[in-house]
């Protein structure tokens, strides 16, 4: 990528980042919590989202595809560039060095979801509370899981920043300090959420009384 086509395509990066894989990983997020309501309620919901009409068609148009281009794209960026300590300082250097690990991350632990779900799914599973209790049954496999959900939502909630930043939303430094503590709040909603929903798989008997 070069000059103009590298412009364009770092905004379409950051664009798919936000929409549509942001908006779905919020869903998603959402989607799960429904386990600290117990098995019921997430077997509703789960097979809710399960039912949508074209849902194949939904999720590679809207998953799938923005996901895998998102990450490749993400990969490149990761590794071509380059720190810049006077211009972003110590804090942001950091942001964005982690930004590009927990994008790594992400890549293997999406792709690992998903062949214990949709693609177990496909050769005739169902996806429910008791597959991902299954899953999550193993510790090592909890703690993993655990370790997606915070890469997860620290790439989204400062990846929102970036996002706000490229489109020139947040220009001044007040704007962008400002944006730095709502997207600090951000990353610990969806952290909690995440967190619980994991969690509620393993240790039911806690959530619901």
Do not use: C
């Amino acid at each position: 990528m070069a000059g103009k086509n590298e412009f364009y395509w770092r905004r379409l990066h950051s664009l798919l980042g936000v929409i549509p894989v942001g908006v779905f990983l919020v869903q998603h997020l959402v989607v799960n919590h429904f386990a600290t309501q117990g098995e019921a309620a997430f077997n509703t919901a789960a097979g809710f989202m399960g039912k949508l009409p074209f849902v194949i068609f939904l999720e590679f148009l809207v998953i799938y595809i923005p996901i895998l281009f998102h990450g490749i794209l993400g990969i490149y960026i990761a590794f071509v560039a380059k720190n810049n300590p006077i211009k972003l300082g110590w804090f942001r250097n950091w942001m964005f060095t982690i930004q590009r690990i927990t994008g790594i991350i992400l890549l293997a632990f999406i792709a690992w979801h998903v062949y214990q779900t949709r693609i177990q799914a496909a050769f005739g599973a169902e996806v429910n509370f008791q597959m991902m209790e299954d899953i999550l049954s193993n510790p090592i496999v909890l703690i993993l899981y655990l370790l997606g959900i915070l890469s997860a939502t620290f790439h989204l909630s400062n990846g929102l920043w970036s996002f706000l930043v490229r489109w020139g939303i947040t220009q001044s430094p007040r704007s962008q300090k400002i944006s730095s503590w709502v997207m600090g709040v951000v990353f610990v909603v969806l952290s909690i959420i995440g967190v619980r929903a994991a969690l509620a798989f393993v240790f039911p008997d806690f959530f619901v009384g």
